[in-house]
């Protein structure tokens, strides 16, 4: 015998028309029934299937304590038989009633098993939000007989600082939102890195996820720090540390971005909340102080809330261990010396003393650099590191991660250290490489791959790897790997391989056979071919097109993002040749293309106009926005094309007018500046392109990555400005400048979307209301979920098109739309199924 808890839902179900502009329905037979003692998971469990049938069904269930069941009903049920993920759904007949069976055998895996059943409702989950399909259902209790048990024990996401495209520009409600959708995905890791500063690298900023320092500097209360050093993550005003740019970024004012992009940021100085009045740098040891405090506090409040969810975090440094200038003429002035092995330990225990009492994690990574390891070094460090955790009893793992040549290193290391020392790595070769088969030869010891969900070399390009995904979860699971993670910065335009992933952590098709190729950037743009790296990916985009876009468009779409995994144009590139200086970084636009644009787009770029062709087809304002979201995207990347082919004729017709005679020196510089100006015209038609369909905070990193990056580091548009100037014997035309002004569609954009909130919890709503003109208002209307008045909450215009709005403290469950008012009296709404279907938010 086992002892179990129970929660159980019981639904009314001959409800056959529910009107989506009225109030919810509900009857007194439906309820939610919660055990008498229900965990925070089990909890949840029940608020969330209430939530998403009444998205799906218009009906809202009421939650009661413990009660007899007298209807068709659900019951959640922790059965300690099964293990602590594992989970079953099994319907059955009991009284002439059809009762579903949710049993996990924890509080997490009774949560995955309500997120599965919310699946059977047609509801997707990604990381950035969910897919709440178009249109209301009538609600049938789904016969369901089958049992779920992950590969891997830690399945999840390494989201990696350094650029503004991740989570360099995550604020609090960034990573609680991202962890609520984790658990949806039934993920359970959240692992980052933080790079220190290896002063030979000019690019490489410092970071403030992990502080080094004594003991003696710490205070025991609230883990904060009395001593420190300068640390930064990426902002717009930053410059590198030695060099004038940080991964190819020269510094600059959002103010002076081009074709609107000024307009979605509120601060020229743009960064995450925790560097407000702190960039570019801390410049006085106060500030970074606070800098490294802020953090602490950021972590302690999105780990603790990502914990609770189920979620277990990791974070970590580099190995050689690193001891910051200023703490390392702190030990001189004492009279110790920073290289001596105790003092390194004592750095550590230093280091493990903030971290527990300022935001405690489940595990400590040591990462190798991105550079030839010493395999000596990185050995020391990681005994040292483990066992100073050990002397001080902390409740953590210790993993060792890196770069993928680490794996060369994994059958010695093996031999030598602790075997409850984890061990993991990226893929070599940018995730083009394999995983490495170094895994299949470890035994006995936790290891974890962790494929690339993304390559930052293209990293401003909408980029499709799910067939890759595939084989690469796939080859893990034949070589024993013990945990699956993936390697990524954006959110959303990814969403499809995040979302393979997740899948893969729980069931991987063994009959797929890896017969695609993929291509990819080698040095400035050249394509190379990767053979065998990708699976088929049919079935699963199948199910992708038919929730986003709906049924009517879903086989059309499917077969073009099956047929473009893989495939996608690469028009970005890690450095550029002479011609654009020296910028070296991710994702800066790949050089002139000297092939004709009507060439290119025929041969790379037909895909697009074949899925625009779709458009008239889709049914429903959610599946028309998500379809408008991807065609965006794609006419995005098809403009980037554009731009490296206007680059071309541009280059030409300068070098054409310093070669002229003097007879046609007129007319060809004439055609320079034409050419000038066309590029720039195609440049702003990219900007729109990509600000039409801009979402979340890494969508706005690539905005500001092509800003400082392609046009202002690598001079992309005017680095022959002078060569022009001089051929003209005076300055440029002061019409020819790059456009400033929007000229896309009016759109509202909420960067940051939660869904799941504590109790107590004041949400602050940031809103970004995007239109040729400044829109004449803004409102926030709010209810309690399903029932009740609307409420209007004020908003606060904050800078150019930005606007905040502070919810009341929440006390349960509630829902909430944005509604603008143009200049030209147009109505935009947000999310934009509004009212038919709101954003709700889960409180627990």
């Known amino acids: 015998m086992f002892r179990m808890k129970f929660i159980s839902i019981c639904i009314f179900v001959s409800v056959c028309h529910i009107s989506v502009a009225a109030e919810s329905t509900s009857q007194s037979s439906m309820a939610i029934i919660l055990s008498a003692d229900p965990s925070f998971q089990e909890t949840l469990a029940a608020k969330e299937i209430r939530r998403y049938i009444y998205l799906r069904t218009g009906i809202l269930l009421p939650i009661t304590g413990p009660a007899s069941i007298s209807d068709d009903t659900i019951v959640l049920v922790i059965d300690k038989s099964l293990r602590d993920q594992q989970y079953q759904l099994k319907t059955?007949?009991?009284?002439?009633?059809?009762?579903?069976?949710?049993?996990?055998?924890?509080?997490?895996?009774?949560?995955?098993?309500?997120?599965?059943?919310?699946?059977?409702?047609?509801?997707?989950?990604?990381?950035?939000?969910?897919?709440?399909?178009?249109?209301?259902?009538?609600?049938?209790?789904?016969?369901?007989?089958?049992?779920?048990?992950?590969?891997?024990?830690?399945?999840?996401?390494?989201?990696?600082?350094?650029?503004?495209?991740?989570?360099?520009?995550?604020?609090?409600?960034?990573?609680?939102?991202?962890?609520?959708?984790?658990?949806?995905?039934?993920?359970n890791f959240l692992g980052l890195h933080s790079y220190p500063w290896f002063k030979p690298w000019k690019h490489v900023p410092p970071e403030p996820g992990v502080w080094i320092g004594l003991p003696e500097d710490v205070d025991t209360v609230n883990g904060h720090v009395k001593f420190s050093y300068p640390a930064s993550w990426a902002n717009t005003a930053r410059p590198g540390p030695i060099a004038n740019n940080a991964w190819g970024h020269l510094p600059g004012k959002t103010g002076e971005f081009s074709a609107g992009a000024s307009q979605i940021f509120e601060r020229d100085d743009y960064g995450a909340e925790v560097m407000n009045g702190l960039t570019p740098w801390p410049k006085t040891p106060e500030d970074s102080n606070d800098l490294f405090n802020r953090v602490g506090d950021m972590y302690s409040d999105a780990f603790g809330f990502a914990r609770r969810m189920g979620v277990k975090v990791c974070i970590g440094s580099e190995t050689p261990y690193w001891v910051p200038d200023e703490v390392s003429f702190k030990l001189k002035e004492q009279g110790r010396d920073p290289d001596?092995?105790?003092?390194?330990?004592?750095?550590?225990?230093?280091?493990?003393?903030?971290?527990?009492?300022?935001h405690p994690?489940?595990?400590?990574?040591?990462?190798?650099?991105?550079?030839?390891?010493?395999?000596?070094?990185?050995?020391?460090?990681?005994?040292?590191?483990?066992?100073?955790?050990?002397?001080?009893?902390?409740?953590?793992?210790?993993?060792?991660?890196?770069?993928?040549?680490?794996?060369?290193?994994?059958?010695a290391f093996d031999k030598t250290l602790p075997k409850d020392i984890c061990f993991s790595c990226i893929n070599e070769k940018l995730g083009f490489a394999p995983v490495t088969a170094e895994f299949g030869k470890l035994k006995n010891r936790e290891h974890w791959c962790i494929p690339w969900m993304e390559d930052d070399t293209d990293m401003i390009a909408p980029q499709l790897w799910v067939g890759r995904v595939c084989k690469d979860a796939a080859d893990a699971k034949r070589l024993g790997c013990t945990g699956l993670m993936g390697i990524h910065w954006r959110t959303k335009i990814i969403a499809p391989n995040l979302a393979m992933l997740a899948r893969c952590g729980w069931k991987i098709n063994e009959n797929a056979i890896a017969l695609r190729d993929v291509i990819g950037s080698s040095g400035t743009v050249a394509i190379r071919v990767h053979r065998q790296r990708s699976r088929t990916a049919d079935d699963y985009y199948a199910d992708f097109c038919r929730?986003?876009?709906?049924?009517?468009?879903?086989?059309?779409?499917?077969?073009?993002?099956?047929?473009?995994?893989?495939?996608?144009?690469?028009?970005?590139?890690w450095a550029l040749n002479g011609a654009y200086g020296q910028s070296a970084g991710p994702g800066v636009i790949g050089d002139a293309d000297r092939r004709s644009w009507e060439n290119v787009v025929r041969h790379e770029y037909a895909f697009v106009d074949e899925f625009a062709l779709g458009r008239q087809k889709v049914v429903g304002a959610g599946n028309l926005a998500r379809f408008d979201y991807w065609l965006g995207q794609f006419e995005y990347l098809k403009a980037i094309g554009k731009v490296r082919c206007s680059r071309w004729i541009f280059e030409q017709s300068v070098y054409r007018a310093e070669k002229a005679a003097e007879t046609e020196k007129t007319a060809t510089i004439e055609a320079a500046l034409k050419a000038r100006w066309q590029l720039f015209i195609d440049w702003s038609d990219m900007m729109t392109h990509l600000l039409e369909t801009v979402s979340t905070p890494g969508e706005m990193g690539t905005v500001a990555n092509l800003e400082l990056h392609t046009r202002l580091s690598a001079g992309y548009l005017t680095n022959f400005d002078s060569r022009l100037e001089k051929l003209l014997g005076k300055p440029l035309p002061s019409d020819q400048a790059v456009p400033v002004k929007y000229a896309g569609k009016p759109r509202l954009i909420v960067p940051t979307v939660r869904s799941v909130a504590n109790k107590g919890e004041s949400l602050k709503l940031k809103i970004i209301a995007l239109d040729k003109q400044p829109v004449k208002s803004v409102v926030v209307n709010i209810r309690a979920l399903g029932k009740g008045e609307?409420?209007?909450?004020?908003?606060?215009?904050?800078?150019?098109?930005?606007?905040?709005?502070?919810?009341?403290?929440?006390?349960?469950?509630?829902?909430?739309?944005?509604?603008?008012?143009?200049?030209?009296?147009?109505?935009?709404?947000?999310?934009?199924?509004?009212?038919?279907?709101?954003?709700?938010?889960?409180?627990?």
């Not at 055998?105 to 949560?111: D, P």
């Not at 990696?160 to 409600?173: A, Q």
């Not at 750095?347 to 009492?357: D, H, Q, S, W, Y």
Request: proline share 7%; charged share 20%; with cysteine.
């Open 790 to 844: 609307w409420q209007t909450i004020p908003v606060t215009h904050v800078a150019r098109a930005v606007y905040e709005a502070k919810l009341p403290v929440v006390k349960d469950d509630f829902e909430y739309n944005v509604i603008a008012e143009t200049a030209g009296s147009e109505k935009l709404i947000w999310p934009a199924t509004t009212p038919e279907i709101n954003q709700t938010v889960v409180v627990n």
């Open 340 to 358: 001596d092995p105790a003092i390194l330990r004592e750095l550590c225990r230093g280091m493990f003393t903030r971290i527990m009492k300022s």
């Open 547 to 573: 929730a986003e876009f709906g049924p009517a468009v879903a086989s059309q779409a499917a077969i073009i993002f099956s047929r473009m995994d893989g495939q996608l144009p690469r028009p970005a590139c």
């Open 92 to 187: 059955v007949a009991e009284n002439n009633h059809k009762v579903l069976h949710i049993a996990g055998g924890s509080g997490v895996a009774v949560l995955y098993g309500a997120y599965h059943f919310v699946e059977t409702l047609g509801v997707r989950f990604y990381l950035h939000g969910d897919v709440i399909p178009d249109g209301k259902i009538p609600f049938v209790i789904p016969s369901l007989d089958e049992a779920h048990k992950p590969i891997f024990n830690l399945r999840g996401l390494q989201p990696f600082h350094d650029f503004m495209e991740g989570p360099d520009w995550w604020n609090v409600d960034d990573y609680k939102a991202y962890a609520a959708q984790m658990v949806k995905m039934k993920m």
């Open 361 to 411: 994690v489940d595990y400590f990574w040591l990462w190798t650099p991105e550079r030839p390891l010493d395999p000596g070094k990185t050995q020391s460090d990681l005994q040292m590191i483990h066992d100073v955790a050990k002397e001080m009893d902390l409740p953590i793992g210790i993993a060792a991660c890196g770069w993928g040549w680490l794996a060369h290193q994994f059958a």
